[in-house]
Nanobody, 128 residues
């Protein structure tokens, strides 16, 4: 069974940086759309960033210019570099993956329900 394994996260002061990692295990496909979502207490899950199998990336307006998503197709992994963190970035961060044609990722990103593979979540806490 395919698994998404996340690592990274933790606690940091505002202005600091963190890096999240997500690896797709037990699968050999490389044409995955991979994305990061987050959910704060009492709020809906929101998209953070997504990356297509050809490396094309999409970001939410709230993180554009501060976060950077990248991937390693050899390991079917995605990474989220988070810089200039703000207290409002505090949330549980989830990795998601879905096999998709190149170019479909930006559309998938707008509909979390279309992702069938999810990680267990990793907490990011930013203090002032």
């Amino acid at each position: 069974q395919v698994q998404l394994v996340e690592s990274g996260g933790g606690s940091v002061q505002a202005g600091g940086s963190l890096r999240l990692s997500c690896e797709v295990r037990r699968d050999t496909y490389s044409t995955y759309c991979m994305a990061w979502f987050r959910q704060a207490p009492g709020k809906d899950r929101e998209g953070v960033a997504a990356i297509d199998s050809d490396g094309t990336s999409t970001y939410s307006d709230s993180v554009k210019g501060r976060f950077s998503i990248s991937k390693d197709n050899r390991k079917i992994s995605a990474y989220l570099e988070m810089n200039s963190l703000k207290t409002e970035d505090t949330a549980m961060y989830y990795c998601a993956a879905e096999i998709a044609m190149v170019g479909a990722c930006s559309s998938l990103f707008r509909t979390p329900a279309k992702f069938n593979k999810w990680g267990q979540g990793t907490q990011v806490t930013v203090s002032s």
